[in-house]
């Protein structure tokens, strides 16, 4: 059974930086795409950046240039680097992945760790 645990949540203030980390495990083979998604509370869940297994990448136009995403196809790991971060990041952030699983691809999610930007 898959299983996705993140970590590297807390507080921060302003213009500050967090590392969110997210460790896969129980797969038999890689991940087509991994990623992170955040909620704020009354906000739907919101894509914030990807990466496929080739290292295509994609994000959210309000972290680009702030957030880098990364990916480790042999530890089936994935992180996130936030930059310059702002009071308006603050939300649950998941690790997601998907893989094929019977000719579709299906999604995986972790348990959601709190980023908050507050003074």
């Known amino acids: 059974q898959v299983q996705l645990v993140e970590s590297g949540g807390g507080l921060v203030q302003p213009g500050g930086s967090l590392r969110l980390s997210c460790a896969a495990s129980?797969?038999?083979?890689?991940?087509?795409?991994m990623g992170w998604y955040r909620q704020a509370p009354g906000q739907q869940r919101e894509l914030v950046a990807t990466?496929?297994?080739?290292?295509?990448?994609n994000y959210a136009d309000s972290v680009k240039g702030r957030f880098t995403i990364s990916r480790d196809n042999a530890k089936n790991t994935v992180a996130l680097q936030m930059n310059s971060l702002k009071p308006e990041d603050t939300a649950v952030y998941y690790c997601?992945?998907?893989?094929?699983?019977?000719?579709?691809?299906?999604?995986?999610w972790g348990q959601g760790t709190q980023v908050t930007v507050s003074s």
């Open positions: 997601n992945a998907m893989k094929w699983v019977g000719g579709a691809l299906r999604d995986y």
């Open positions: 129980g797969s038999i083979g890689g991940f087509y795409r």
């Open positions: 990466v496929t297994d080739g290292g295509t990448t």
